[in-house]
Nanobody
């Protein structure tokens, strides 16, 4: 199993940037992909994007493409979500996800974007 701890959330004005980090401990050798999800108040959880753990393939949903990027540092077992040109609609709790045989989740980090 793995443990995930997110950090880097906060408050930012529209147009600003934040960088979220997800530190991974445990059986990292069993991870196939790392993903980011978000959940806004009153809405269902939404997939944001993912990166293949042993490759460079990154997928981002259309709503964040061109503004968000996902990167990883395998040596430090960390995945980052760089968020630029933030919009109020990006306000949500952001969760990182590790896909192994089962999914693991972090505790989430709040991102608030004011207009």
């Amino acid at each position: 199993q793995v443990q995930l701890v997110e950090s880097g959330g906060g408050w930012v004005q529209a147009g600003g940037s934040l960088r979220l980090s997800c530190i991974i401990t445990g059986r990292t050798d069993s991870i196939t992909a790392m993903g980011w999800f978000r959940q806004a108040p009153g809405k269902e959880q939404e997939f944001v994007g993912r990166i293949i753990w042993n490759g460079d393939n990154v997928y981002l949903v259309d709503s964040v493409k061109g503004r968000f990027t996902i990167s990883r540092d395998n040596a430090q077992n960390t995945v980052h979500l760089q968020m630029n040109m933030l919009k109020p609609d990006d306000t949500a709790v952001y969760y990182c996800n590790a896909r192994l045989v089962v999914d693991y989740w972090g505790q989430g980090t709040q991102v608030t974007v004011s207009s």
